[in-house]
């Protein structure tokens, strides 16, 4: 069967990780279109080594299109991906404008693959901080059924898009040559500063993102049993997150289960070897697939030994947006 891809917002940071996956991976294709906005329609694109031009996304683009990857933020997708979806497309969206739809699946493949079965026409690519928490806590979930979890992120640049990510850059060089700061993109200075996740904050004084690592687990998990609280922080890192996750089993389990069950776990990578004091970092984990665990221990605060502490790495713009798309596809 010929088969007609779009990548949407294929300029964007998650854009151009997608191009890298689709190359890398193989991923069967007969045409590729590349679509953003006028802005950059006309430019040329280099994929697997040939030339293509940007095309402007209009409501015309979907004909004959057979599967869309949406990266060009949420009032796009919920403008285009049913525009799309009305033309026979299947939608892979990547922002949050349909996650919590009950009628789109939202799919991590190491988690709920069974689950792209139901949809309509959109599937929903989850957040990134809960797409990079679910790969390694899913398993263990599974074995041993989670109470509670506890989760603080330390979120790259990568995650506010490509020209957060050269802010970053050019920040760190200004500040480092003396010069003054202005942030442009992000509402407060990156480099050499750490801030709260700039997501708009809730009555409860949660912000978006910390809400969105609640109800999107749970919805994947299919339980709303799950209790989970979370802080999110942005880092001047370029583009892998970092979290540090406290889990509260429903029955005591132990360090030893819980390596084991890591170690046989389909996306993870264990990095924890406390001789070196080498454990997960964001500059190990970008550019790769896995997400890295490590700094598995007993929680000592939960002396009846259901707690595990651990900590874990995994790159936003590949495991936590491109790569998880482009797996949604191939289960396609
Ligand atoms: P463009 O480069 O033409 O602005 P990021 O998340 O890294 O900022 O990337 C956002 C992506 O979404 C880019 O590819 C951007 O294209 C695309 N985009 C933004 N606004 C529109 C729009 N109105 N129509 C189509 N694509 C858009």
């Avoid at 191009?19 to 991976?25: H, K, P």
């Avoid at 990857?69 to 919920?78: D, E, N, P, R």
């Avoid at 109470?147 to 480092?176: I, K």
């Avoid at 084991?260 to 550019?287: C, Q, T, W």
């Amino acid at each position: 069967m010929s088969r007609h891809v779009a990548v949407v917002g294929a300029t964007g940071a998650v854009g151009q990780e997608f191009l890298r996956v689709l190359e890398q991976r193989k991923f069967t294709y007969d045409r590729i279109t590349f679509l953003a906005s006028s802005r950059s329609a006309g430019k040329t694109i280099t994929f697997q080594g040939r030339p293509h031009t940007v095309v402007e996304l209009t409501e015309k683009s979907f004909e004959g299109v057979d599967l869309a990857l949406f990266s060009a933020g949420g009032s796009i997708s919920k403008k285009f991906a049913p525009i799309a979806a009305a033309a026979g497309t299947v939608v892979v969206d990547n922002s949050s404008a349909f996650r919590m739809d009950p009628q789109v699946p939202l799919v991590v493949p190491e988690v709920n693959p069974e689950d792209v079965k139901a949809h309509k026409g959109i599937i929903a690519n989850p957040n990134c901080s809960t797409i990079i928490m679910v790969v390694p806590v899913w398993p263990l979930h599974r074995v041993c059924p989670i109470q509670r979890l506890v989760v603080s992120t330390y979120q790259a640049a990568s995650g506010a898009g490509y020209q957060a990510m050269l802010e970053l850059e050019e920040q760190s060089r200004d500040v480092l040559a003396g010069k003054t700061v202005t942030p442009k993109i992000l509402p407060h200075r990156l480099a050499f500063n750490l801030f709260s996740h700039n997501s708009k904050i809730g009555d409860n004084g949660y912000n978006e993102e910390e809400v969105k690592m609640v109800t999107e687990t749970r919805k994947m998990f299919h339980s709303d049993a799950i209790q989970i609280t979370a802080t999110c922080v942005r880092v001047p890192v370029p583009r892998a997150h970092s979290e540090s996750i406290n889990i509260t089993f429903a029955k005591p389990v132990s360090e030893k289960q819980v390596r084991e069950i890591l170690a046989a776990a389909p996306g993870v990578r264990v990095v924890d070897d406390r001789e070196k004091n080498h454990f997960p970092m964001p500059l190990e984990s970008s550019n790769g697939d896995d997400v890295l665990v490590g700094r598995i221990r007993q929680d000592i605060s939960q002396p009846d030994g259901r707690g595990i502490e651990m900590f874990i790495s995994g790159d936003q713009l590949r495991k936590g947006a491109a790569l998880n798309a482009v797996q949604i596809a191939e289960l396609l």
